[in-house]
């Protein structure tokens, strides 16, 4: 028997686990996104969150299913809240789902309407857009434009954000892949030029991180890539959020100078269907007897007959509800893989994600087991090598340590596991 095919034993037998705990799912491209811009879509229901995870902590419904909808610190208490639009009347609420504390009639009901701290106030205000020209105001009421400029192209996508960090946010322009930054309102040329993410991609723009400075985030479906820079390279953040069907808005909307996510949907009017409490309950039995990701669990309902729609409804409702927390489940299911058989930390992270972890998800949870000592990464590369030299103790040294740094362990562990063993 060679290596390969015993390392084939071991991952199969781990994959046999899997089948028993977890299943996975593919989610679908979704509508429009907040970025400076009208939000879009429609519903009066939101479902706001402070902090990078799956569960809003921020639930109300506000205005009608058919208003048109900002977001903004109107007041600059540092918080983010929303505004109605109907027509050309604007109703600013600077508390969340709270009345309105200043209504303005603004511009033409025709006209395209951005959001920004234009002059560094810390108070969000209007810019109309007319093509390729932008009328820039500096407060909440009517009146004449503070600032009149031609940006871009009139078909041109365009987004808001402080790009510098100098408290001032200015446009940029997307073209496709490729985004076309400016740090001041005038026209001329772009202050940086960068390609990022497909073409395809929806975009949100906030301060992710607290720098100060707005990046980017790609979202894919219901899972949103945030990066902390306005360049290439791998998300600082992946996380699972809301539904596919949503649509996202960002904000700051504890004050706590980081952006975090939001959904807008339409509410619903007489709680769930007779289906979708079907649903919900077989969702709470597959959470008692085992662990799963947002998309196993969503699988796990649909391969037993659920309707896709239902299955997302109960899988969602009950994390909008605190009866599910996807790291928690991570762990849980980190920790059955390990009462198993030994693993790499790259191998237990593969399986995590295999599963339908985010890497978020996969990561709080190897985070947790190193942090809290319940994991030795070297000790599970001695048991691993335990495992195949019991099973047939004619490897070589060599051979065994190529197969454990196959499966992810460094190679000053493999080579103490092969020491441990005497090889």
């Given at each position: 028997?060679?290596?390969?095919?015993?390392?084939?034993?071991?991952?199969?037998?781990?994959?046999?686990?899997?089948?028993?705990?977890?299943?996975?799912?593919?989610?679908?491209?979704?509508?429009?996104?907040?970025?400076?811009?009208?939000?879009?879509?429609?519903?009066?229901?939101?479902?706001?969150?402070?902090?990078?995870?799956?569960?809003?902590?921020?639930?109300?419904?506000?205005?009608?299913?058919?208003?048109?909808?900002?977001?903004?610190?109107?007041?600059?208490?540092?918080?983010?809240?929303?505004?109605?639009?109907?027509?050309?009347?604007?109703?600013?609420?600077?508390?969340?789902?709270?009345?309105?504390?200043?209504?303005?009639?603004?511009?033409?009901?025709?006209?395209?309407?951005?959001?920004?701290?234009?002059?560094?106030?810390?108070?969000?205000?209007?810019?109309?857009?007319?093509?390729?020209?932008?009328?820039?105001?500096?407060?909440?009421?009517?009146?004449?434009?503070?600032?009149?400029?031609?940006?871009?192209?009139?078909?041109?996508?365009?987004?808001?954000?402080?790009?510098?960090?100098?408290?001032?946010?200015?446009?940029?322009?997307?073209?496709?892949?490729?985004?076309?930054?400016?740090?001041?309102?005038?026209?001329?040329?772009?202050?940086?030029?960068?390609?990022?993410?497909?073409?395809?991609?929806?975009?949100?723009?906030?301060?992710?991180?607290?720098?100060?400075?707005?990046?980017?985030?790609?979202?894919?479906?219901?899972?949103?890539?945030?990066?902390?820079?306005?360049?290439?390279?791998?998300?600082?953040?992946?996380q699972a959020y809301g539904r596919a069907t949503d649509t996202t808005l960002a904000g700051d909307w504890n004050g706590d100078r980081k952006d975090t996510l939001g959904v807008r949907r339409v509410a619903e009017a007489s709680g769930p269907t007779a289906a979708q409490r079907t649903a919900i309950a077989a969702a709470r039995d597959y959470l008692a007897d085992g662990y799963y990701s947002r998309s196993g669990l969503i699988s796990e309902l649909e391969y037993a007959g659920t309707k896709a729609a239902d299955a997302e409804y109960a899988v969602d409702h009950l994390a909008s509800k605190g009866?599910?927390?996807?790291?928690?489940?991570?762990?849980?299911?980190?920790?059955?893989?390990?009462?198993?058989?030994?693993?790499?930390?790259?191998?237990?992270?593969?399986?995590?994600?295999?599963?339908?972890?985010?890497?978020?998800?996969?990561?709080?949870?190897?985070?947790?087991?190193?942090?809290?000592?319940?994991?030795?990464?070297?000790?599970?590369?001695?048991?691993?090598?335990?495992?195949?030299?019991?099973?047939?103790?004619?490897?070589?040294?060599?051979?065994?340590?190529?197969?454990?740094?196959?499966?992810?362990?460094?190679?000053?562990?493999?080579?103490?596991?092969?020491?441990?063993?005497?090889?």
């Amino acid at each position: 028997m060679g290596t390969v095919k015993r390392g084939a034993v071991r991952a199969w037998g781990a994959l046999l686990a899997t089948a028993a705990v977890v299943g996975t799912g593919m989610a679908v491209q979704a509508p429009a996104l907040a970025d400076g811009r009208e939000v879009g879509g429609s519903g009066s229901a939101y479902f706001l969150n402070d902090s990078w995870s799956s569960t809003a902590n921020h639930d109300f419904n506000y205005g009608k299913t058919s208003d048109r909808v900002y977001s903004g610190d109107w007041n600059g208490d540092g918080k983010d809240s929303l505004a109605v639009r109907r027509g050309q009347t604007y109703y600013f609420s600077n508390s969340l789902g709270g009345s309105a504390s200043t209504v303005v009639n603004y511009g033409k009901a025709s006209d395209t309407v951005l959001v920004g701290d234009w002059n560094g106030d810390g108070k969000d205000t209007l810019a109309v857009r007319r093509g390729q020209t932008y009328y820039v105001t500096n407060s909440l009421s009517g009146g004449k434009a503070s600032n009149v400029f031609n940006y871009g192209r009139a078909g041109d996508t365009v987004l808001v954000g402080d790009w510098n960090g100098d408290g001032k946010d200015t446009l940029a322009v997307r073209r496709g892949q490729t985004y076309y930054f400016s740090n001041s309102l005038t026209g001329g040329k772009a202050s940086s030029v960068i390609n990022y993410g497909k073409a395809s991609d929806k975009v949100l723009v906030g301060d992710w991180n607290a720098d100060a400075k707005d990046t980017l985030a790609v979202r894919r479906g219901n899972i949103y890539y945030i990066s902390n820079r306005l360049s290439g390279g791998a998300a600082a953040i992946v996380q699972a959020y809301g539904r596919a069907t949503d649509t996202t808005l960002a904000g700051d909307w504890n004050g706590d100078r980081k952006d975090t996510l939001g959904v807008r949907r339409v509410a619903e009017a007489s709680g769930p269907t007779a289906a979708q409490r079907t649903a919900i309950a077989a969702a709470r039995d597959y959470l008692a007897d085992g662990y799963y990701s947002r998309s196993g669990l969503i699988s796990e309902l649909e391969y037993a007959g659920t309707k896709a729609a239902d299955a997302e409804y109960a899988v969602d409702h009950l994390a909008s509800k605190g009866e599910v927390d996807w790291d928690e489940q991570a762990l849980e299911t980190a920790y059955f893989y390990l009462e198993g058989m030994a693993f790499s930390r790259d191998m237990l992270r593969d399986f995590l994600r295999q599963d339908g972890f985010t890497v978020s998800q996969a990561e709080s949870a190897l985070t947790y087991l190193e942090d809290s000592g319940e994991i030795d990464w070297r000790e599970e590369a001695v048991a691993a090598a335990h495992e195949y030299y019991d099973e047939d103790p004619s490897w070589t040294r060599d051979e065994l340590v190529a197969q454990l740094v196959d499966e992810g362990f460094p190679v000053d562990d493999a080579n103490y596991a092969a020491d441990q063993l005497g090889l």
